[in-house]
């Protein structure tokens, strides 16, 4: 008869999540003050990555430009 595995104690994991959004109708500032929100929740540290969602109004190049500069890591 087969034997289940010996179970291992499991690491933990943590998930730290922030969120951020802005009205500006500035593309460039509505970035910055997005990702200040982002990093403000997550304690002042960059995440590892990020879930971006913009509105049509925005230069979508832009927008994406200005978030790898802001945050080069993700």
Known sequence: MLEAPEEKPREEMHIHVGCG??????EGKAVEEA????????GGKSPDFAVLFST????SDKVL??????????
């Not at 049509?56 to 230069?59: G, I, M």
């Not at 430009?65 to 993700?74: K, M």
Request: cysteine-free; proline content about 4%; charged content about 25%.
């Open 21 to 26: 959004w802005s009205a500006n109708n500035n």
């Open 35 to 42: 990702v200040s929100s982002v990093k403000t929740e997550l």
């Open 56 to 59: 049509a109004s925005y230069d």
């Open 65 to 74: 430009s200005d978030v790898r500069r802001l945050l080069p890591d993700v």
